[in-house]
Nanobody
Framework: VQLQAFGGGLVQAGGSLRLSCAIS????????MGWFRQAPGKEREFVAA????????LYADSAKGRFTISRDSAKNTISLQMNSLKPEDTAVYYC???????????????WGQGTQVTVSS
């Protein structure tokens, strides 16, 4: 399985961006897809996750109310709609594949390359 994240860019504070992650091969119903991010000098942190079936989701407190994770079964992709962006959202965003709906990075076994999100103040 390979993951390809795209959609990052530069946006002003208060703006929106939509990240997507293309998944090679069809995920199993039990597959969980997650988004993580890592800012310079900081540890990687969980953002959001979704179970491929049932649409169960999990969000970090920092993402609740602003970010929405979704999946498109027909296209084998997941997306992260990010609204009301803040400068502190600036980071490299990674998509990852696992089997448990958790916020723990080590539960995700496959990682894509990151896409840079920069939010200017």
């Amino acid at each position: 399985v390979q993951l390809q994240a795209f959609g990052g860019g530069l946006v002003q504070a208060g703006g929106s961006l939509r990240l997507s992650c293309a998944i090679s091969g069809r995920p199993f119903s039990s597959t969980v897809m997650g988004w993580f991010r890592q800012a310079p000098g900081k540890e990687r942190e969980f953002v959001a996750a979704i179970r491929w079936s049932r649409d169960s989701t999990l969000y970090a407190d920092s993402a609740k109310g602003r970010f929405t994770i979704s999946r498109d079964s027909a296209k084998n992709t997941i997306s992260l709609q990010m609204n009301s962006l803040k400068p502190e959202d600036t980071a490299v965003y990674y998509c990852a594949k696992g089997s448990a709906l958790t916020s723990l990075g080590y539960d995700y076994r496959t990682w894509g390359q990151g896409t840079q999100v920069t939010v200017s103040s």
